[in-house]
């Protein structure tokens, strides 16, 4: 059991690092599609909700393609900022963050489109900075949603696989996240035996996620 620790822990820090890489611009971009008009809105939706129906092996691929060391994108980041995305950490923290991203900008929009723009309307009309009316109005009244929003990131990210194998690869102690253990060890003879303290340690805490989304969902119905 101990062995697995270390799968255990990689995969929370891999999921929390992308979850708090896709806070700022998940709740900037889902306030931005509540709360604004503008040409190409639709466009950005479409956009911004493709890693939901895009299989995550083709998300990967395109990351890869973007990022991989013979790309510009890939050599500019290696050489110039020493950060190697494929086949490394942080190309799981990303593809992980890429998937998951969706499902927090939606949460985002829905929760700020709770909040009453009359609110808004009135501070700005005291002549309030837009920053103060995000800061003391929207923010504390949508601040249930963006975390159900954190937590079904969270989730998402935690349980990524096709998008990382293909970016990360499968590299133990380095890129090895639970679904990617999982994998493996149904390939190895007598794997069996670390697999079901993995799913076990998936499920309750997939579970926990979804039901503490849940009871945030109602305190803002009943707010």
Not at 56 to 64: C, E, F, I, K, N
Not at 66 to 76: D, E, I, Y
Not at 165 to 194: D, K, M, W
């Amino acid at each position: 059991m101990t062995d697995l620790l270390p799968i255990v822990a990689l995969s929370l820090k891999t999921a929390l690092a992308a979850t708090l890489l896709i806070l700022p611009p998940g709740v900037w971009l889902g306030w931005l599609l509540a709360r604004r008009n503008f040409p190409g809105k639709t466009l950005l939706e479409g956009l911004v909700n493709i890693p939901l129906v895009l299989p995550p092996v083709v998300t990967g691929y395109a990351l890869l393609f973007a990022l991989s060391p013979a790309s510009p994108a890939g050599r500019f980041l290696e050489n110039h900022l020493g950060l190697q995305i494929a086949f490394a950490w942080p190309g799981a923290v990303l593809a992980a963050a890429v998937v998951s991203f969706p499902l927090l900008v939606r949460a985002v929009r829905v929760a700020v489109s709770s909040v009453s723009p009359g609110l808004e309307e009135a501070a700005s009309v005291l002549n309030a900075p837009a920053w103060a009316v995000w800061l003391q109005i929207t923010l504390p009244l949508s601040a249930h949603g963006i975390l159900g929003g954190m937590l079904l990131a969270f989730a998402r990210a935690l349980g990524e696989f096709g998008a990382t194998i293909v970016l990360a690869s499968n590299i133990p102690a380095r890129t090895q996240t639970i679904p990617l253990a999982i994998f493996t060890f149904l390939n190895q003879p007598g794997g069996e035996a670390h697999i079901w303290p993995l799913v076990l340690f998936s499920l309750i805490l997939a579970y926990a996620s979804l039901l503490l989304n849940e009871v945030l969902i109602r305190r803002i119905h009943h707010a």
